[in-house]
């Protein structure tokens, strides 16, 4: 997928192309010790910090800074850092629309009613989450859905608000690297060559038993880390309605349509639509919470439009000094704003590494002095994916840039197509929602900081930081560790002459 840099555009940097890697390097420094050290989880404070490893690399490069400039620009337009905000946005809008019609309510009547509590609720998460991910397709649409709707369920029951928010990660994981209609599936399977129902079936021998030894973890460390229900609780269970579950209608609108091959553009959309529509007719929510526009109070016009019996009812007089927009739409797709931002700028960071020659280099090394054999070379491969997951937030992004050299390595060994694509989205979708500053888990955590304004009981004490989110998302860590033990053992492992015998060649 990725091409080889164009002279006219391609970077010198002042000390060599590892030189390159300095804006991206400066930046998770500074993610790391603003959310790992300071505790700080603010999205905000990362975008500074991209900006400013930005800057720096502009004093280390050679010849004319609008070449670099240039480089920042080409990585901000990528087409694969829209693909993750246009997610971002549709998920926000359709979890916004679906909580303000009560569908926490009605999960948390549903868990008392079926006695699902603090210490089940983590495994039951990871197991809805896995089966929406993988329905959908997208692992950060699952990840703010499921932290905006059940994360609030579970931690009022007493279920560990960090082993909850990992239960959730982990299902992301299990739906990004099996759905077909996952990004990243696609992409594994194109760049190596393969065709994409081979590869998720190819790859169910992975993921389940990553997956078996993930719910063990979570039931597990479910009944060790559950605590007593929320003070209050059980008198918010006793008022919880049922009628927020008719939201699983719209669930499955989208979920259906994405499993028909529409896209998650037009799957979303259609399930917002659904929310909307039952909100309204229900009577869970009136229009004004879903979008409202408050006016000032002394214009004419608006008291005339607020007269009004349809359109009126979106309008609210407030003084002038309160005017502006609102509503779930509005929140829902407003507090992503930062995190856009910030991946548009790690997106160009990463370009500016690939231009400069640094992962050539880190590519050129790991060929040359590491892989001299094939469980080297699928361990390198592993390592590989990690080290540019780990420098790349958007998991397709990363996967989109070591893609190359997977196929390389792969070729060299005679590795069939489809055992490359396993490795390379595996490790992908895993490690994006394990390092704190990855897309996935920032993704979660912008909907997770929206709840303490959502809910009076939920305060900023239950906010998740992410640095500490990490050791809890089991699946993805099962998922690596199958794979590295896959590499030394040589379980799955199909070489090109394989590739018509074997499992593979029946789908």
Same mark, same amino acid.
């Given at each position: +997928? *990725? *091409?080889?840099?164009?002279?006219?555009?391609? @970077?010198?940097?002042? !000390?060599?192309?590892?030189?390159?890697?300095?804006?991206?390097?400066?930046?998770?420094?500074?993610a790391v010790v603003q959310s790992g050290v300071l505790g700080i989880g603010d999205t905000t404070g990362l975008v500074v910090g991209m900006l400013l490893g930005l800057i720096v690399g502009l004093f280390l490069v050679r010849g004319e800074w609008k070449t670099y400039a240039d480089v920042v620009f080409d990585g901000m337009t990528k087409r694969v850092a829209a693909t993750a905000?246009?997610?971002?946005?549709?998920?926000?809008?359709?979890?916004?629309?679906?909580?303000?019609?009560?569908?926490?309510?009605?999960?948390?009547?549903?868990?008392?009613?079926?006695?699902?509590?603090?210490?089940?609720?983590?495994?039951?998460?990871?197991? @809805?989450?896995?089966?929406?991910?993988?329905?959908?397709?997208?692992?950060?649409?699952?990840? =703010?859905?499921?932290?905006?709707?059940?994360?609030?369920?579970?931690? @009022?029951?007493?279920?560990?608000?960090?082993?909850?928010?990992?239960?959730?990660?982990?299902?992301?994981?299990?739906?990004?690297?099996?759905?077909p209609v996952s990004d990243t599936t696609i992409v594994s399977a194109v760049t190596q060559d393969a065709d994409i129902g081979g590869v998720v079936a190819s790859r169910f021998k992975y993921a389940v038993v990553a997956a078996v030894f993930a719910l063990g973890g979570y039931l597990v460390a479910g009944s060790a880390m559950s605590a007593v229900p929320l003070a209050g609780a059980?008198?918010?269970?006793?008022?919880?309605?049922?009628? !927020?579950?008719?939201?699983?209608?719209?669930?499955?609108?989208?979920?259906?349509?994405?499993?028909?091959?529409?896209?998650?553009?037009?799957?979303?959309?259609?399930?917002?639509?659904?929310?909307?529509?039952?909100?309204?007719?229900?009577?869970?929510?009136?229009? *004004?919470?879903?979008?409202?526009?408050?006016?000032?109070?002394?214009?004419?016009?608006?008291?005339?439009?607020?007269?009004?019996?349809?359109?009126?009812?979106?309008?609210?007089?407030?003084?002038?000094?309160?005017?502006?927009?609102?509503?779930?739409?509005?929140?829902?797709?407003?507090?992503?704003?930062?995190?856009?931002?910030?991946?548009?700028?790690?997106?160009?960071?990463?370009?500016? +590494?690939?231009?400069?020659?640094?992962?050539?280099?880190?590519?050129?090394?790991?060929?040359?002095?590491?892989?001299?054999?094939?469980?080297?070379?699928?361990?390198? +491969?592993?390592?590989?994916?990690?080290?540019?997951?780990?420098?790349?937030?958007?998991?397709?992004?990363?996967?989109?840039?070591?893609?190359?050299?997977?196929?390389?390595?792969?070729?060299?060994?005679?590795?069939?197509?489809?055992?490359?694509?396993? =490795?390379?989205?595996?490790?992908?979708?895993?490690?994006?929602? =394990?390092?704190?500053?990855?897309?996935?888990? @920032?993704?979660?955590?912008?909907?997770?900081?929206?709840?303490?304004?959502?809910?009076?009981?939920?305060?900023?004490?239950?906010?998740?930081?992410?640095?500490?989110?990490?050791?809890?998302?089991?699946?993805?860590?099962?998922?690596?560790?199958?794979?590295?033990?896959?590499?030394?053992?040589?379980?799955?492992?199909?070489?090109?002459?394989?590739?018509? *015998?074997?499992?593979?060649?029946?789908?």
């Amino acid at each position: +997928m *990725s *091409s080889e840099p164009e002279e006219a555009t391609r @970077l010198r940097f002042r !000390g060599g192309p590892a030189v390159s890697a300095v804006p991206v390097v400066f930046f998770v420094v500074w993610a790391v010790v603003q959310s790992g050290v300071l505790g700080i989880g603010d999205t905000t404070g990362l975008v500074v910090g991209m900006l400013l490893g930005l800057i720096v690399g502009l004093f280390l490069v050679r010849g004319e800074w609008k070449t670099y400039a240039d480089v920042v620009f080409d990585g901000m337009t990528k087409r694969v850092a829209a693909t993750a905000i246009v997610a971002w946005l549709w998920a926000g809008m359709f979890a916004a629309t679906i909580q303000t019609g009560g569908f926490v309510d009605g999960l948390v009547w549903a868990a008392v009613a079926l006695d699902v509590g603090a210490a089940l609720f983590p495994a039951a998460t990871f197991l @809805l989450a896995a089966l929406l991910a993988t329905g959908i397709g997208t692992g950060y649409g699952t990840a =703010i859905a499921f932290t905006a709707l059940v994360f609030p369920a579970g931690v @009022l029951l007493g279920a560990s608000p960090v082993l909850l928010f990992g239960a959730i990660l982990s299902g992301a994981v299990f739906g990004d690297n099996l759905a077909p209609v996952s990004d990243t599936t696609i992409v594994s399977a194109v760049t190596q060559d393969a065709d994409i129902g081979g590869v998720v079936a190819s790859r169910f021998k992975y993921a389940v038993v990553a997956a078996v030894f993930a719910l063990g973890g979570y039931l597990v460390a479910g009944s060790a880390m559950s605590a007593v229900p929320l003070a209050g609780a059980a008198g918010i269970a006793e008022t919880a309605r049922p009628l !927020g579950l008719v939201h699983l209608v719209s669930i499955a609108v989208v979920i259906g349509t994405a499993v028909s091959g529409r896209h998650i553009v037009e799957a979303v959309s259609w399930g917002l639509v659904v929310a909307v529509a039952l909100n309204l007719l229900l009577g869970l929510a009136p229009a *004004s919470r879903m979008l409202v526009f408050r006016a000032p109070e002394s214009s004419g016009v608006v008291q005339a439009i607020d007269a009004t019996p349809v359109v009126g009812g979106v309008v609210e007089l407030v003084p002038t000094a309160e005017t502006g927009v609102g509503g779930a739409l509005y929140t829902g797709a407003a507090d992503f704003f930062p995190l856009i931002v910030l991946v548009l700028l790690i997106v160009a960071g990463a370009e500016v +590494m690939q231009r400069g020659g640094g992962f050539d280099a880190v590519q050129s090394f790991l060929l040359d002095r590491v892989a001299t054999n094939v469980r080297r070379a699928e361990t390198t +491969m592993v390592l590989g994916t990690a080290t540019v997951n780990a420098a790349i937030t958007i998991n397709t992004a990363a996967e989109i840039a070591v893609a190359p050299y997977v196929a390389r390595l792969g070729t060299r060994f005679n590795i069939n197509g489809y055992r490359r694509a396993n =490795i390379l989205d595996a490790n992908t979708s895993a490690l994006g929602y =394990i390092f704190p500053w990855g897309g996935g888990v @920032l993704a979660g955590f912008t909907a997770m900081q929206r709840l303490p304004a959502e809910y009076e009981w939920f305060t900023q004490s239950m906010l998740v930081n992410p640095a500490a989110v990490w050791p809890f998302v089991f699946h993805g860590w099962f998922l690596v560790a199958v794979f590295l033990l896959a590499a030394w053992t040589g379980y799955g492992r199909e070489y090109v002459s394989d590739r018509r *015998s074997g499992e593979v060649s029946r789908v």
